[in-house]
């Protein structure tokens, strides 16, 4: 059984930046890893996720080129770095642990959320 809990979030003004973190209890060496968000009123989706072995990750259109995915194995741990805040990335933000491969990304387990406000 994976948990995980994410940290990191706050507010911060358009164009800044900010960090999210998930921490894993239990291993996730083998999983692939993500960051979905969800805007108030809105459906969860997928902004980012990373192999099982860190050297390769996909993005949304919305964020690639200002948020990176990031994952530190040893100390069990999953980032996303998030430059150029826009307000619309304002959300709750959410790390999962997948199943199978990283480019079909099948969520297993959740975090509980971490919310983000970007001001304008």
């Known amino acids: 059984q994976v948990q995980l809990v994410e940290s990191g979030g706050g507010l911060v003004q358009a164009g800044g930046s900010l960090r999210v973190a998930c921490s894993a209890s239990g291993s996730i060496s083998s999983n692939a890893m993500a960051w979905y968000r969800q805007a108030p009123g809105k459906q969860r989706e997928l902004v980012a996720r990373i192999a099982s072995s860190g050297g390769s990750a996909i993005y949304d259109s919305s964020v690639r080129g200002r948020f990176t995915i990031s994952r530190d194995k040893a100390k069990n741990m999953v980032y996303l770095q998030m430059n150029n805040l826009k307000p619309e990335d304002t959300g709750d933000y959410y790390c999962?642990?997948?199943?199978?491969?990283?480019?079909?990304?099948?969520?297993?387990?959740w975090g509980q959320g971490t919310q983000v406000t970007v001001s304008s």
């Open positions: 999962a642990a997948g199943t199978g491969d990283f480019v079909i990304f099948s969520p297993q387990y």
